[in-house]
């Protein structure tokens, strides 16, 4: 992988694309991730707020949005669809997810028969105010559900009616080769997995197979839940209702300190450090977008601001046609 990271002047840059593994649809390399929007990460959101989130991130063409089920009782997804029913929804690619179910604040149950993942496809167009999702992704389940065959000849056949794009995997463990392996087999077209410059380990197996069968690859928590934006140092703490807090504070502690380290010794002076670890995601062949979070339209730009620093060399990058 190539880190050495060079500013493009501002005139020459704009949002990029690249094809999402062997799909026809075209996803900006910078997504809005949308977890926050289900109340877990210290804020509560209004819908004029997400209207402004997402009308800003329209505006720097961003165009993929990253939700699930269990972000609050489909709550992520309600917010997002009160936008979608006032914008255009082709202009955007819609990801969610399907396998769990919403207690409350951090308690969610896995449940991945096949009935009740067709109810949770039901409940999350209803939510989005769509017709169909684009990108449909098995969610952090265990390897024993993941290899029920009913459950993706059941997805399979909501594909054939159009109610789903494209089915995905976001895989719970960085290094879940089984279910990556598996992709294609089961008719999965990208993979979602946590990575970051502090968590590297899908390097080792699971992106080789990604560029072996043409996966298109999102990564999330690209800025390390926060941790890479430059704005903690060790010693910092979380409020209750911060999923955070939830956190063991001595990993905490020490991924604070590797931070530091990170920014002292590989982020070039004055360069903003959230903008170099999303730039920095992007760099890897196997990487087709991040999908990091943002709480107002600051930080939208900000996360967008990391395409000045990609070049177009990307295998997966988009051209249009001649």
Not at 177 to 182: D, L
Not at 237 to 265: M, Y
Request: aromatic residues 8%; glycine residues 8%.
């Amino acid at each position: 992988m190539i880190v050495d990271i060079i500013p493009i002047r501002r005139e020459e840059w704009q949002v990029k694309y690249r094809r999402l593994g062997k799909t026809d649809m075209k996803v900006s390399v910078i997504g809005v991730g949308t977890w926050q929007f289900g109340g877990e990460w210290g804020k509560s959101f209004a819908q004029e707020e997400v209207n402004r989130i997402l009308g800003r991130a329209k505006e720097q063409g961003i165009n993929l949005l990253d939700t699930a089920e269990c972000y609050g009782d489909h709550l992520s997804e309600e917010l997002i669809g009160g936008y979608l029913a006032q914008d255009r929804r082709e202009d955007w690619i819609v990801a969610t997810k399907f396998g769990h179910h919403f207690h409350e604040k951090f308690s969610r149950t896995d449940v991945f028969t096949p009935d009740d993942v067709l109810k949770q496809l039901e409940a999350s167009l209803k939510a989005l105010r769509t017709d169909y999702v684009d990108l449909y992704q098995f969610h952090s389940g265990p390897d024993a559900v993941f290899d029920n065959d009913a459950l993706w000849t059941a997805l399979d056949k909501q594909v054939q009616a159009g109610k789903i794009r494209h089915l995905g995997i976001s895989i719970g463990s960085n290094k879940n080769i089984h279910q990556t392996s598996a992709a294609s087999r089961i008719g999965a077209s990208a993979i979602q997995v946590v990575y970051n410059r502090l968590e590297r380990e899908p390097e080792s197996e699971v992106f080789p197979s990604c560029q072996e069968q043409d996966l298109g690859v999102l990564a999330r928590v690209p800025l390390a839940s926060g941790y890479l934006s430059g704005k903690y140092k060790p010693g910092a703490t979380f409020g209750a209702g911060d999923v955070r807090h939830r956190h063991d504070p001595a990993a905490v502690e020490r991924k604070l300190k590797e931070v530091e380290s990170i920014q002292a010794n590989e982020v070039p002076t004055g360069m903003d450090m959230a903008k170099w670890a999303l730039a920095w995601c992007l760099k890897h062949n196997a990487v087709t977008a991040v999908i990091p979070g943002c709480k107002n339209e600051e930080q939208v730009d900000a996360n967008a601001a990391a395409a000045e620093l990609l070049s177009d060399n990307h295998p997966q990058a988009w051209k249009p046609a001649e």
